[in-house]
Protein backbone atom coordinates (compact mmCIF):
# COMPACT_ATOMS: atom_id res chain seq x y z
CA UNK A 1 0.00 0.00 0.00
CA UNK A 2 1.39 3.53 -0.54
CA UNK A 3 1.98 5.82 2.23
CA UNK A 4 1.20 9.74 1.61
CA UNK A 5 2.80 12.35 3.56
CA UNK A 6 1.27 15.84 2.82
CA UNK A 7 2.86 18.82 4.46
CA UNK A 8 3.26 22.29 4.52
CA UNK A 9 0.08 23.77 6.03
CA UNK A 10 0.38 26.67 8.35
CA UNK A 11 -1.46 29.97 9.36
CA UNK A 12 -1.88 32.90 6.88
CA UNK A 13 -4.02 35.90 6.12
CA UNK A 14 -6.50 36.35 3.94
CA UNK A 15 -5.09 36.59 0.69
CA UNK A 16 -2.15 34.50 1.30
CA UNK A 17 -0.38 32.03 -0.60
CA UNK A 18 0.87 28.28 0.76
CA UNK A 19 2.30 25.10 -1.05
CA UNK A 20 1.31 21.99 0.38
CA UNK A 21 3.22 18.94 -0.61
CA UNK A 22 2.60 14.91 -0.78
CA UNK A 23 5.53 12.72 -0.90
CA UNK A 24 5.00 9.29 -1.61
CA UNK A 25 6.24 5.73 -0.26
CA UNK A 26 6.19 4.48 -3.93
CA UNK A 27 5.70 5.22 -7.31
CA UNK A 28 2.78 7.65 -7.50
CA UNK A 29 3.26 7.58 -11.55
CA UNK A 30 0.30 4.81 -12.17
CA UNK A 31 -2.48 7.34 -10.00
CA UNK A 32 -4.53 10.14 -10.17
CA UNK A 33 -3.58 11.99 -7.13
CA UNK A 34 -5.93 14.47 -5.23
CA UNK A 35 -5.86 17.10 -2.45
CA UNK A 36 -8.84 16.62 -0.16
CA UNK A 37 -9.76 19.04 2.98
CA UNK A 38 -12.00 18.48 6.42
CA UNK A 39 -13.20 21.63 8.00
CA UNK A 40 -14.57 21.30 11.52
CA UNK A 41 -17.93 19.53 11.55
CA UNK A 42 -17.94 19.23 7.71
CA UNK A 43 -17.59 15.94 5.68
CA UNK A 44 -13.92 15.21 3.86
CA UNK A 45 -14.41 16.85 -0.09
CA UNK A 46 -12.53 16.29 -2.63
CA UNK A 47 -10.75 20.05 -3.92
CA UNK A 48 -8.38 19.07 -6.26
CA UNK A 49 -7.06 16.21 -9.26
CA UNK A 50 -4.80 16.04 -11.45
CA UNK A 51 -4.46 12.50 -14.08
CA UNK A 52 -1.79 10.52 -14.84
CA UNK A 53 -1.87 12.36 -18.08
CA UNK A 54 -1.92 15.77 -16.11
CA UNK A 55 -5.43 17.04 -16.52
CA UNK A 56 -7.03 18.74 -13.73
CA UNK A 57 -9.88 19.45 -12.13
CA UNK A 58 -11.05 21.81 -8.94
CA UNK A 59 -13.94 22.17 -6.75
CA UNK A 60 -15.80 25.48 -7.65
CA UNK A 61 -14.87 26.98 -4.32
CA UNK A 62 -11.32 26.73 -4.99
CA UNK A 63 -11.22 26.86 -9.05
CA UNK A 64 -8.89 29.59 -10.21
CA UNK A 65 -7.29 30.18 -6.55
CA UNK A 66 -5.71 26.57 -5.99
CA UNK A 67 -3.58 24.74 -8.54
CA UNK A 68 -2.54 20.88 -8.19
CA UNK A 69 0.80 19.87 -9.65
CA UNK A 70 2.57 16.38 -10.03
CA UNK A 71 6.34 15.50 -10.08
CA UNK A 72 6.17 11.74 -10.70
CA UNK A 73 9.93 11.71 -10.85
CA UNK A 74 10.04 12.76 -7.33
CA UNK A 75 6.90 11.04 -6.17
CA UNK A 76 5.36 14.35 -5.60
CA UNK A 77 2.23 16.10 -5.81
CA UNK A 78 1.39 19.73 -4.56
CA UNK A 79 -0.85 22.31 -4.56
CA UNK A 80 -0.70 25.52 -4.39
CA UNK A 81 -3.41 27.88 -2.95
CA UNK A 82 -3.35 31.64 -3.73
CA UNK A 83 -5.70 34.33 -2.57
CA UNK A 84 -6.34 31.85 0.75
CA UNK A 85 -9.79 32.72 2.50
CA UNK A 86 -11.04 32.22 6.10
CA UNK A 87 -13.31 29.35 4.42
CA UNK A 88 -10.54 27.44 3.24
CA UNK A 89 -9.89 26.41 6.90
CA UNK A 90 -9.41 22.89 7.08
CA UNK A 91 -7.08 19.81 7.44
CA UNK A 92 -5.69 19.28 4.11
CA UNK A 93 -5.01 15.16 3.21
CA UNK A 94 -3.33 13.64 -0.06
CA UNK A 95 -4.77 10.20 -2.05
CA UNK A 96 -4.18 8.63 -4.42
CA UNK A 97 -6.38 6.06 -7.01
CA UNK A 98 -8.32 5.21 -10.05
CA UNK A 99 -8.66 8.14 -12.89
CA UNK A 100 -12.36 9.23 -11.07
CA UNK A 101 -10.79 8.32 -7.48
CA UNK A 102 -13.45 6.25 -6.66
CA UNK A 103 -10.94 3.66 -5.39
CA UNK A 104 -8.13 4.80 -3.15
CA UNK A 105 -5.15 2.78 -3.02
CA UNK A 106 -3.66 4.71 0.26
CA UNK A 107 -5.02 5.38 4.11
CA UNK A 108 -5.51 8.53 5.38
CA UNK A 109 -3.09 10.02 6.93
CA UNK A 110 -2.14 12.88 10.03
CA UNK A 111 -3.04 15.37 6.65
CA UNK A 112 -2.06 19.29 6.91
CA UNK A 113 -3.36 22.17 8.94
CA UNK A 114 -4.04 25.20 7.17
CA UNK A 115 -5.91 28.17 8.81
CA UNK A 116 -6.53 31.39 7.29
CA UNK A 117 -6.69 34.42 9.87
CA UNK A 118 -5.74 37.69 10.52
Known amino acids: QVQLVASGGGLVQPGGSLRLSCVAS???????MGWYRQAPGKERELVAA???????KYADSVAGRFTISRDNAANTAYLHADSLKPEDTAVYYC?????????????WGQGTQVTVSS
Open 95 to 107: NAGNSRLTVLVAS
Open 26 to 32: GSIFPYT
Open 50 to 56: ITTDGVT
